[in-house]
């Protein structure tokens, strides 16, 4: 690493001089041994929802002593165990609740359901149960109450829990815990103060105050819980714990929720300028595989149709399984000859001004198939279409399709997809497979968020230890567990070899890449992994404000050297990288008041100083800088600097839109009220996603934005429409945490967005969309193995509700 530091860019030099590059974070180990694993104890949850006022025992059902334990807090009584461990109290009794109708951990599981580890980094035999119990509800109003209940089980393969356990988990909820004292927060993880002795028999109940929103679907409960108990034989204060696995059971609706609601109601995607559809011309039908024609030659009259057209050729000699287009079944002797698909270039001068960059034509009669273009873009949204018609006819169980004339081109040129990787880590195969989706739904901009708080996952060779540490979380590591990860090791990150295979892979589909690196706030990861550097560009480390996700010394100063030094290393890298046409986003979003001074004015000229400095720093390397719309909230970003910066305006207040079109920037729309995919599509509790920008983002309201006119109702003038770029969806993975859940969320949103940025508002129609979207989604279900929300119920066991159980021996689940 010193070496490589030494042989890198000025920056990396001053790394050296620091010695960044030989100095390690602090990491601090757990001592485990495995057989102490295997001695887990399991964590019984009670949940209450929420309440405006503390209940009295009677009315709550709860305890009925609410005295602090002697570890807990001051107060504590002898021999009861019972605690203030959470604000209102713990207590220590033989059975507080009645019994639940779930699943014991002594017993048999759901059929389908692999207790294994339950993501807690155990594979130990369940020593307790776990039950949810919701207390009291004063909805918005007020705020929650959570009550959780730790029990060991009889026959456990230890006599109890030794004085100091602490009990361990991961809550989106952490932001609005009314933290005891004696706990600890960092972002989701939820440390619980230290607690008493607790023998077989015995369970504590922690009871929790939260402040509003309520607790409404399955993704607010606690995850990956796990206990820390000091380890035999060690002694007090030596640090050596235990991580011992926690098994939460799966509650009823019932047990968490006070007023369950139910919940409210072929062609391509998204819907063409004009379709020209001809059944009755009977000869003209393309008939599909398995049928007497022979193999489909595909040829080009173009150089700018040669990338469309090997996608063509690798797909055609793939599809449909077991009788490809380009190519003959065996004993299929064609007695009408072969068909054609042809891709020709547009060569009359009023083709060539309609279509434009990512306009096409596309004709299919009986024995050829012909798009037309003037780009490869162009090609690449032609090809799309055509794999959507014979596609989904195929998936209907339709022989042939009738010959038509699709004319077609894009409202918008910027037709996006954000994917949050640094809360959840996803592979390069997702990433490929996400691309090819959005290839054949026309979105054209993939924008890649590398970096927050919870993770790193960008190689940085002239800072290795970005990666090295900042890419894992989990006990021991830098980084608490955040988001279900569990204590175990958890992460992730992408190096540079396989960067360039994913700008490769989306390049060859008309593609751009828009990589984000969040600066100067969401920097935990990155503080946290190179303390050396950092540490001193942190101005409050600890007391100051919290952010957003209730990290606190996460903010990079404006005024400290060592940030630019910092911000020159990783932009020089990223900007080698990535071809980025569009530009760099560097984020620049929810940066806590308060954590450069206290004076407004001053934290203004502050952020000013680095947007200036970040523009000119990529303008300089030919990049446009991109920013979350805080980066253009007061001075900093200049309009006349080329390229033109544009800012992505997502938060409620529309207006920001208008006003930073009108000022010369231009401008992206995703607005998180209708673009936020990660949001709780509906009602169900066993609905699961975020709910603060709107309480449900169903499939209607995505396709209901029209952001034209809306804009032009906040005061957009006629002259400043062509600075609103296009339309982005956004995914954040708080709580999508595989690539099966995260298809759950995108689709099918993503179709509705797709359309949105597509196709001009008076040929859209939900009801139309509604026709259209059925077969696609069975088409991308039996053929490709997408899941699309409503398809699977969703589990809520062991911390890892969120996961999708996998098939028996590796089959495929049957999801038709």
Not at 299 to 311: H, K, R, V
Request: glycine share 10%.
């Amino acid at each position: 690493a010193a070496a490589s530091a030494a042989a890198a860019a000025p920056a990396s030099a001053l790394l050296a001089a620091k010695g960044e590059a030989m100095q390690q974070p602090s990491v601090r180990r757990w001592g485990g041994s495995a057989s102490a694993l295997a001695t887990a104890a399991a964590a019984c949850v009670a949940l209450v929802s929420l309440w405006s006022g503390p209940p009295s025992p009677a009315s709550a059902g709860g305890p009925a002593a609410l005295s602090p334990s002697p570890l807990a807090g001051p107060g504590a009584e002898e021999g009861g165990g019972s605690g203030a461990a959470l604000g209102l109290g713990a207590t220590a009794a033989a059975a507080p609740w009645p019994a639940m109708q779930s699943w014991s951990s002594a017993g048999a599981a759901p059929a389908g359901i692999d207790r294994g580890a339950g993501g807690n980094g155990s594979s130990a035999r369940p020593a307790a149960v776990a039950v949810v119990r919701v207390v009291a509800d004063a909805g918005e109003r007020g705020g929650s109450i959570v009550d959780i209940t730790v029990r060991v089980a009889d026959g456990a393969p230890v006599g109890g829990l030794p004085t100091g356990w602490q009990l361990c988990f991961t809550w989106l909820k952490a932001v609005v815990l009314r933290l005891p004292e004696g706990g600890r927060t960092a972002g989701s993880f939820v440390e619980l103060p230290k607690q008493r002795a607790l023998a077989a028999g015995e369970s504590r109940t922690f009871r929790l105050a939260l402040q509003p929103p309520a607790m409404r679907y399955a993704s607010d409960l606690p995850r990956s819980p796990h206990i820390l108990a000091p380890r035999p034989g060690a002694e007090e204060g030596s640090g050596g714990v235990e991580v011992l696995a926690v098994d939460l059971e799966a509650p009823a609706e019932a047990h968490i929720r006070f007023d369950p609601e139910p919940p409210p109601p072929s062609g391509v995607v998204p819907l063409p300028v004009d379709v020209d559809v001809h059944p009755e011309l009977l000869e003209g039908w393309f008939a599909l595989p398995p049928c007497e024609f022979g193999p489909l030659q595909i040829s080009t009259w173009s150089a700018e149709a040669a990338p469309a057209a090997a996608l063509l050729q690798a797909w055609a000699e793939a599809w449909p399984p077991g009788a490809p287009l380009a190519a003959v079944a065996a004993g299929n002797v064609a007695s009408k000859g072969g068909r054609t698909l042809l891709l020709a270039e547009a060569s009359e001068s009023g083709d060539i001004a309609w279509l434009g960059r990512e306009g096409y034509e596309l004709l299919v009669s009986q024995t050829e198939l012909l798009i037309t273009a003037a780009s490869a873009e162009g090609f690449h949204r032609g090809a799309a279409t055509l794999r959507q018609v014979l596609s989904v006819a195929h998936s209907e169980g339709r022989s042939s399709v009738p010959p038509m004339r699709v004319r077609d081109r894009p409202r918008f040129g910027y037709r996006g997809l954000m994917l949050d990787v640094a809360r959840h880590f996803f592979d390069v195969p997702f990433i490929k497979r996400l691309l090819d989706l959005m290839y054949l739904y026309k979105l054209n901009v993939f924008h890649w968020h590398l970096t927050d708080d919870e993770g790193w996952r960008l190689e940085v060779k002239a800072l290795p230890n970005l990666t090295t540490y900042g890419a894992w979380r989990g006990h021991g590591e830098v980084i608490e567990p955040q988001y279900g990860g569990g204590p175990g090791r958890y992460g992730g990150y992408y190096k540079q070899e396989q960067i360039r295979e994913i700008v490769l892979y989306s390049a060859e589909r008309g593609i751009a890449i828009v990589p984000e690196i969040d600066v100067p706030g969401h920097c935990y990861a990155a503080i946290r992994a190179l303390p050396g550097l950092l540490g001193p560009a942190v101005r409050r480390p600890s007391g100051g404000p919290r952010s957003v996700q209730g990290f606190e010394g996460n903010v990079l100063d404006p005024a400290a050297p060592e940030t630019y030094t910092f911000l020159e290393a990783v932009f020089s890298e990223v900007a080698d990288l990535f071809p980025a046409p569009l530009g760099i986003h560097v984020g620049m979003d929810e940066i806590p008041r308060g954590a450069w001074s206290d004076s407004e004015s001053e934290e203004q000229e502050l952020k000013a100083t680095l947007v200036a400095w970040l523009q000119q720093f990529l303008a300089a390397r030919g990049k446009a800088l991109l920013g979350w719309e805080e980066a253009f909230h007061g001075p900093g970003a200049a309009p006349a600097t080329k390229p033109n910066a544009v800012a992505y305006a997502w938060k409620e207040n529309e207006r920001f839109a208008a006003e930073a079109a009108v000022q010369g920037f231009g401008v992206v729309l995703c607005p998180a009220h209708f673009m936020y995919l990660d949001l709780v599509e509906g009602t169900d509790f066993e609905d699961r996603g975020l709910y603060w920008a709107s309480p449900t983002l169903p499939i209607d309201r995505v396709y209901s934005y029209e952001p034209m006119e809306r804009l032009r109702r906040m005061g957009l003038p006629p002259e400043a429409e062509g600075k609103i770029r296009g339309i982005q969806a956004n995914l954040w993975s708080e709580t999508v945490d595989s690539a099966a859940r995260a298809e759950e969320m995108l689709f099918p949103r993503l179709l509705a967005a797709a359309e949105v940025a597509w196709t001009a508002p008076e040929r859209r129609s939900l009801v139309d969309f509604q026709w259209r979207l059925s077969p696609q989604l069975a088409w991308l279900a039996r053929e490709m193995g997408v899941r699309h929300g409503g398809q699977a119920t969703g589990l809520i066991l062991a911390g890892n509700f969120l996961r999708v159980p996998r098939s028996p021996e590796g089959a495929t689940r049957d999801i038709g």
